[in-house]
């Protein structure tokens, strides 16, 4: 069966530092996503990333890929306080499961 | 178009009654999935449609039954539910593991929150 870890499962970060989310995963995938929640919001997809190798940046946000480690990370870079939210990953392969997510939490 | 709709938005139900709540995408996306989450948890998938025949039952009480009536819709029927059944219940839509195109994302739908009473 799919397991995907994730971690750290809290993140307090002050503004303007870098930080890493780790996601790792049990079996091969196709494709691996992460989300961010808002409170009593739903899932707002940030990147999607199906080859090795993989990396996509949308703003402070980096995500990458590397399917022989079985291993995406979240970076952030100068953290803003707009960024405070649950960042989950999820794995697809013929279901789609998630990572017990990230509640990242950026301090003035 | 990206969006995957569901109603309704808000749900209170009584544990006698019988109640439905729909997902409608319009992508063309061959896989449907229901989620349920519990407030500070991750979403825990239900079930999974692809091609509109259900190809994942995670052990779900039969109290919860999807139904995918066609390749846009997947409705989630409730019935004789417990109050630990409230939750935030997520539809999500893909192109199928297997499946080639442009669009490669899974889309998420902004949930019922159901109350159950």
């Known amino acids: 069966e799919l397991k995907v870890e994730q971690n750290p499962l809290f993140l307090s970060m002050q503004e303007g530092k870098n930080y890493t989310i780790y996601c790792n995963y049990s079996?091969?995938?196709?494709?691996l996503y992460w989300y961010r929640q808002d409170p009593g919001k739903s899932l707002e997809s940030l990147f999607v990333l199906l080859s090795n190798g993989a990396v996509k940046q949308e703003g402070r946000l980096m995500a990458s890929l590397d399917t022989k480690a079985r291993l995406s990370t979240l970076h952030i870079t100068a953290a803003v306080h707009d960024l405070s939210a649950t960042y989950f990953c999820a794995v697809q392969r013929n279901d789609m499961r998630f990572g017990a997510g990230t509640r990242l939490t950026v301090k003035p | 178009d990206t969006e995957v709709t569901q109603t309704p938005k808000h749900l209170v139900m009584g544990m006698t009654n019988k109640k439905s709540l729909k997902c409608e995408q319009h992508m063309g996306h061959r896989a449907m999935y229901w989620y349920k989450q519990k407030a500070k948890k991750p979403p825990e998938l239900m079930f999974v449609?692809?091609?509109?025949?259900?190809?994942i039952n995670e052990s779900v009480p039969s109290r919860f039954s999807p139904e995918c009536p066609n390749s846009s819709l997947l409705n989630l029927h409730l019935h004789a539910l417990q109050p630990e059944d409230s939750a935030l219940y997520l539809c999500?839509?893909?192109?199928?593991?297997?499946?080639?195109?442009?669009?490669?994302?899974?889309?998420f739908g902004q949930g019922t929150r159901l109350t159950v009473v």
């Open positions: 449609y692809s091609y509109e025949k259900l190809s």
């Open positions: 999500a839509s893909s192109p199928p593991p297997a499946g080639q195109g442009i669009r490669t994302e899974a889309f």
């Open positions: 079996t091969t995938s196709d494709r």
